[in-house]
């Protein structure tokens, strides 16, 4: 079992920069993949980015590629996703995910968080 909780999220002008965390209780998180989507109100689940649990495979959606970063530091039990150019369209609900494998469907997913609030504003 893995539990994990989101923060980081507010608000922030467009152009500006949040770094969200999601930090993971439970056993072995060092062997989940981890990834973060976004929902936007009215609008369906969305991927973001992805990491493997060893670090090796990097996945980002084509609307967040070389602004976005995600990192994690499994001293600390901690996956992190630095968000810079941020612009109106990336205000949304913030979920980080842990799964068996990396995936840019959250089917695979096991276990979420319960999300946090990022608004930019124009």
């Known amino acids: 079992q893995v539990q994990l909780e989101e923060s980081g999220g507010g608000l922030v002008q467009a152009g500006g920069s949040l770094r969200l965390s999601c930090a993971a209780s439970?056993?072995?998180?060092?062997?989940?993949?981890m990834g973060w989507f976004r929902q936007a109100p009215g609008k369906e689940r969305v991927f973001v980015t992805t990491?493997?649990?060893?670090?090796?495979?990097?996945y980002y959606a084509y609307s967040v590629k070389g602004r976005f970063t995600i990192s994690r530091d499994s001293s600390k039990n901690t996956v992190y996703l630095q968000m810079n150019s941020l612009n109106p369209e990336d205000t949304a609900i913030y979920y980080c995910?842990?799964?068996?494998?990396?995936?840019?469907?959250?089917?695979?997913?096991?276990?979420w968080g319960q999300g946090t609030q990022v608004t930019v504003s124009s």
């Open positions: 990491k493997s649990w060893a670090g090796r495979t990097t």
């Open positions: 995910a842990a799964g068996p494998r990396v995936s840019t469907d959250p089917g695979p997913y096991d276990y």
């Open positions: 439970g056993r072995a998180f060092s062997s989940y993949a």
